[in-house]
């Protein structure tokens, strides 16, 4: 099993629409949990962050957090054709300078 | 300020070549890493420094050597370059080192061929 986990892709969805975004990581003691969007020939940029489970909302994203079934996952609401890009989730294992990186999901939002 | 920057931006190799890519911040972090992202395999770490004076291997350390120059800069060598390592290289700063709410500020990216 993969430290961290995601569906590659594409997840296309309509303009307007919720985008659903899921990660999953196998290290039970993590602590911190992080979305990063990256447009295709940039860099990655941090949009999320959480630590607690539960919900937290920052505009039109909410993160979402289960450390019980570990899994992480991110909402976007009225999605926009400027959204499409590639989203990854980093998990940072406790105890350890280290972010561990899934490979992606890549969003589609369709005009 | 610029936050974190890489020279260069591009750059082909044949193999055998060497290179250093450069990496400095104006962030005032103690933590920087290098990671290289590939189609299909994601982010992986080579090598980071947790501080100032200290090193370590990452995932995939084979064929790189890293420098912590001072606090602002984090340089990556590649002695002799192979056509596995082409790839698009990200300098990374953190600004703590294991607290939990530290994050990562990437750099723009050197893209690298090796032919």
């Known amino acids: 099993q993969k430290e961290v986990e995601q569906n590659s892709g594409p997840l296309s969805v309509p303009e307007g629409a919720i985008a659903s975004l899921n990660c999953t990581y196998s290290?039970?003691?993590?602590?911190?949990f992080f979305w990063y969007r990256q447009y295709s020939g940039k860099s990655p940029e941090l949009i999320m962050s959480?630590?607690?489970?539960g919900d937290k909302e920052d505009g039109r994203f909410t993160a979402q957090l289960n450390k019980a079934s570990q899994y992480v996952s991110l909402l976007i609401r009225d999605s926009q054709p400027s959204d499409s890009a590639t989203y990854l989730c980093a998990v940072n294992p406790p105890g350890t300078y280290k972010y561990i990186f899934g490979t992606g999901t890549r969003l589609k939002v369709l005009a | 300020n610029a936050g974190v920057t890489q020279t260069p931006k591009f750059q082909v190799l044949k193999t055998g070549q060497s290179m250093t890519l450069q990496c400095a911040q104006d962030m005032n972090h103690n933590s920087m890493y290098w990671y290289r992202q590939d189609p299909g395999m994601g982010l992986r770490l080579i090598y980071y420094s947790a501080s100032e004076g200290t090193t370590d291997k990452g995932e995939v350390p084979n064929g790189y050597n890293v420098s912590r120059l001072n606090k602002r800069e984090f340089s990556l060598r590649l002695e002799s370059a192979a056509p596995s390592q082409t790839s698009v290289y990200f300098c990374?700063?953190?600004?703590?080192?294991?607290?939990?709410?530290?994050?990562?500020?990437f750099g723009p990216g050197t893209r690298l061929t090796v032919l």
């Open positions: 959480i630590y607690s489970n």
């Open positions: 290290d039970r003691g993590s602590q911190s």
């Open positions: 990374v700063t953190q600004s703590g080192g294991r607290e939990a709410t530290d994050t990562q500020y």
